[in-house]
Nanobody, 127 residues
């Protein structure tokens, strides 16, 4: 499975940005997709995840109410709508896909639950 993320850029605080991630190759096995991010000098952290068939979502507390994850199954694409952006949202955003479900829901915020990763797209929020 290959993942191609896009949509990053520079935005002012309070602004909005939308990311997308297209999956190709072996997508019939998609179980869930997620977004993670890595800020400069920090560990990669969970942002949001969505179940591919049921559409159930989950968010990190830091983005809840500001970010929205969604998917278009026909286009094998997952989106991340980011509103009311803050400087602390500055990071490289990565999409990931789980094609071999092995974990219970409490692990969905962990990197180990995902099998393939995109290359990342940079989001910079200026104050």
């Amino acid at each position: 499975v290959q993942l191609q993320a896009s949509g990053g850029g520079l935005v002012q605080a309070g602004g909005s940005l939308s990311l997308s991630c297209v999956a190709s190759g072996g997508t019939s096995r998609t179980y869930r997709m997620a977004w993670f991010r890595q800020a400069p000098g920090k560990e990669r952290e969970f942002v949001a995840t969505i179940a591919w068939n049921g559409g159930i979502t989950s968010y990190a507390d830091s983005v809840k109410g500001r970010f929205t994850i969604s998917r278009d199954k026909g286009k094998n694409t997952v989106f991340l709508r980011m509103d009311n952006l803050k400087p602390e949202d500055t990071a490289v955003y990565f999409c990931a896909v789980d094609v071999e479900p092995r974990f219970i829901s409490s692990y969905y915020s962990q990197e180990r639950a995902y099998d393939y990763w995109g290359q990342g797209t940079l989001v910079t929020v200026s104050s």
